[in-house]
């Protein structure tokens, strides 16, 4: 399935040297013992701190509701490993928000989400939590997550779905309930990394034709204005994944 737009509100994504995950919209190569460098793998870096408004996006159709607050939602799926650092602050004052739950969910390597596999055609077990979960933020705002780097399926590019709430109440099975939901959104990649990426072994067993980044329907060419995350190599190979970054700030009243 497809997701669709819906009507979107504005956010605020802050960028540039407060920090270094403000550091949005700027892709590292990897080291020189891979594949060289090319344009396509470059996007300028924000030379101070800005903010930038950017739009609030589809929930698309496999959300789930009270999933896991834990930090590794990997579980067993093989895949790169992906580890994310998303950190949250008020659009007014560009402060980082304290306790606030960041959730992800996103498909496996083979384009499949948990709760749903089969969607994209592909038969493996489904327990209904793998590639699903979220954390609160620290005081700095800060919510790190470790995953696999997604796959695709028909229809869109490769990209992470992302919510924020805050004051929920956290529940004896170690999910989660109540709060205010103040930003839903996606997370998008490089398409000359995801390109790397899609040639490994675990990635082209999805026989799924592989929308690109271009090709998109609701990525709109923005960067990380758009959600587009800043990533760099975890080592000297593709296979040895990669660390995405961006800050969102979002509407508080």
Known sequence: M???????RTVL???????????????LPEAPTTA???AADQQPAAAAAVCTLTKEMTEGPYYLDGQLVRADISEDKTGIPL?????????????????ALVEIWHCDAL???????????????DNGTFLRGGVLTGT???A?????????????CIHIHIKVHTDVTLT??????GGQELHTGQLFFNEAITTRVAALPVYAANTVPRTTLAQDGIYDDGGAASGLLTLTALGSSTAAGYAGSLTLGVETS
Not at 2 to 8: A, L, V
Not at 16 to 27: H, I, Q, S
Not at 86 to 98: E, K, R, S
Request: aromatic letters at 8%.
């Open 111 to 125: 384009g499949e989400y948990s709760g749903f596999v089969g969607g994209n055609g592909h038969d493996e077990p």
């Open 172 to 177: 004896s099975d170690g999910s989660f309930e």
């Open 83 to 99: 580890e994310l650092t998303l950190t949250v602050v008020d659009d007014d004052t560009c402060a980082p928000l304290d306790s």
């Open 140 to 142: 700095d705002g800060v």
């Open 13 to 27: 994504v802050a960028t540039g040297a407060t920090a270094a995950t403000l550091a949005v919209g700027a892709t």
């Open 2 to 8: 497809t997701d669709t737009s819906i009507g979107r």
């Open 144 to 156: 790190k997550i470790t995953t696999v780097y997604p796959g695709w399926y028909r229809g869109r």
């Open 36 to 38: 060289p460098t090319t």
